[in-house]
């Protein structure tokens, strides 16, 4: 779905660093990073999937004015989270529905703290294929471009999700 | 810092240990900090009594987060200009990931790189290819 507004902010970078066991200082430490090629505090990699933070639609974050939280509570049924449509993230959904299976960034510079992205989203290719360990899969990619304050893309990110019949076999 | 044209070859490889004995904690961390708060990743009790899976599983998106540390290690700061993965297994917490990067081509300035993320079994959880500028 469409993002009006992506802050790109310094301890949102440092923190998606520190979850991805990153402790490279270009990430974290400005005075460091000002010493470095890119001159500056830059996002690492794949942070452009946590513009899901800012995706008013993703149906993988509880919505606190909406249907409420998901997952288990006093009871393990709980409440599923609504499935996702893909999105921004072309990301998978609720449990034994929908997986992430492929994910490519296409980086036209690198993002960084005050960056104020938009993003759209259209869909793309859709296919099938017969899963050995978890029935039909359905697979659907979405393409997301984003740009920055001045209109430039800066990103572009093809994620492809899976519907999967039933949950995948282990073993 | 950045990786010369000159003194690369295809076949080269670059290895990286990304995570040790996978905690759960990091998988929040990496909910909490990407957005994607799928319980399947963080809600043991609704993972498998409602999901139908043996555990938590880690976000497809933390591996290739974690794999990407690997990359920028390599190639430097700022200098892929494009990434790309598919996820071929699940990532239990508990598990051990190594990832290597092993150049297929360079040319024009830039490298091509093909990515292999293993487990501890020697199961490839992720594989994908990568470019980046070098000098």
């Known amino acids: 779905m469409a993002i009006e507004k992506f802050p790109v902010e ?5 923190m998606f660093a520190r979850s991805v066991g990153d402790g490279n200082p270009i990430y974290h430490d400005a005075e460091y990073a000002k010493e470095t090629e ?19 639609t993703y149906g ?23 499935p996702s449509s893909g999105g921004s993230s072309g990301g998978g959904g609720g449990g034994g529905g929908g997986l992430h299976a492929e994910q490519r960034f296409i980086y036209h510079r690198h993002l960084k703290p005050g960056d104020v992205l938009t993003s759209t989203n259209k869909p793309g290719k859709t296919w099938e294929k017969q899963g050995r360990r978890s029935g039909k899969l359905v697979f659907s990619e979405s393409i997301t471009e984003y740009r920055d304050q001045d209109g430039e893309l800066v990103v572009t990110a093809i994620g492809v999700g899976v519907r999967t019949e039933r949950p995948v076999d282990q073993g | 810092m950045a990786l010369k044209a000159s003194e690369l070859k295809v076949g080269d490889t ?8 996978l905690k759960r904690t990091q998988i929040v961390m990496y909910a909490g900090a990407s957005g994607d708060y799928n319980p399947v990743h963080t809600d043991e009790v609704f993972t498998t ?9 880690a976000h497809g998106m933390l591996t290739m987060g974690m794999t ?15 990434y790309g993965v598919r996820f071929t297994n699940q990532v239990f917490p508990g598990d051990t990931l190594d990832a290597t990067a092993t150049v297929s081509a360079v040319q024009d300035g830039i490298v091509e790189l093909q990515i292999s ?6 199961a490839e959880v992720l594989k994908g290819d990568a470019k980046a500028r070098v000098d």
């Open chain 1, 10 to 14: 310094a301890s949102h970078i440092m």
């Open chain 1, 38 to 56: 890119p001159g500056g505090v830059i996002a690492p990699p794949t942070f452009a999937q946590a513009s899901a933070q800012f995706d008013p």
């Open chain 1, 60 to 82: 993988l974050r509880p919505k606190i004015d909406g249907d409420g939280w998901f997952g288990s509570g006093g009871k393990p049924t709980g409440t599923k989270p609504r």
């Open chain 2, 14 to 21: 670059y290895s990286e240990r990304l995570v040790e004995d």
């Open chain 2, 49 to 57: 009594e409602v999901a139908g899976y043996p555990s938590v599983f």
């Open chain 2, 68 to 82: 990407g540390k690997m990359l920028t290690n390599y190639v430097g700061d700022g200098r892929l200009t494009e």
């Open chain 2, 117 to 122: 993320t293993v487990n501890q079994d020697g």
